[in-house]
C-alpha cells in the first residue's frame, strides 16, 4: 500500500456513509435485505445523539483521503463498554486494518477505565470472528435469530480488560 492510512474522529458525512457503505456490503457478500442498512443507521444515531466523549468513541479509517472503515466504542455501564460498526472496506482486508481498529477500541475501553468490552455479531462473519478471538475476546453465548431476510446465529463475545 502506498498511500498512509489515517485514523481519525467523526465528520459530518461519515454516519451516512458508514451506513450506506456496510448495507452495500453486507447485501453484496452476503444477501441481507435493507434493515441491516437501517440497523446500522439506528446504531450510529444514537451514538451521536447520545454520545458522552469522554466514555465513547469512533474511528473513522482513511487511505489516500477515501473512508476505508470505522469502528466505534459505546457505554454499554459504568463498568462495560461496546465495540461496534467494526468494518473494513474489501480492498484494505487482510492489511491488519481490522486489527488495528479493534486494538484502538480496547485501547480506549482500558484506559477510560471499563472492566469489560463486549460486541455482538453473526456466526458467519469468520474474518471479523477471527480478529475478536485474536484479540481475547470469548465467545459468551449464541443465539439464533430471523434478522435482514436470513437465519442467522448471533454471538455475544466479551473481553476482560482487567488484565
Not at 465528520?11 to 444477501?31: F, K, M, N, S
Not at 467494526?86 to 481490522?98: I, K
Not at 475501553?109 to 456466526?123: E, I
Request: proline share 2%; charged share 20%.
Amino acid at each position: 500500500m502506498t498511500q498512509s492510512l489515517v485514523l481519525r474522529g467523526l465528520r459530518v458525512g461519515d454516519i451516512g456513509w458508514v451506513a450506506h457503505r456496510q448495507g452495500i456490503l453486507y447485501a453484496q457478500e452476503y444477501g441481507w435485505d435493507v434493515t441491516f442498512e437501517a440497523l446500522v443507521a439506528e446504531i450510529a444515531a444514537q451514538y451521536v445523539k447520545h454520545l458522552d466523549p469522554e466514555k465513547e468513541n469512533a474511528w473513522i479509517a482513511e487511505c489516500g483521503g477515501r473512508v476505508v472503515g470505522s469502528a466505534f466504542v459505546v457505554k454499554v455501564s459504568e463498568t462495560e463498554a461496546k465495540l461496534r460498526l467494526l468494518y473494513v472496506e474489501p480492498e484494505m482486508r487482510g492489511t491488519g486494518l481490522g486489527r488495528r481498529l479493534t486494538q484502538e477500541c480496547i485501547a480506549f475501553a482500558k484506559d477510560r477505565g471499563y472492566q469489560t468490552l463486549s460486541l455482538w455479531t453473526n456466526d458467519i462473519l469468520h474474518a471479523a470472528k477471527h480478529i475478536y478471538q485474536t484479540a481475547g475476546f470469548v465467545l459468551l453465548s449464541e443465539e439464533p435469530h430471523h434478522s435482514f431476510g436470513y437465519d442467522l446465529v448471533g454471538q455475544y463475545w466479551a473481553l476482560d480488560l482487567r488484565h
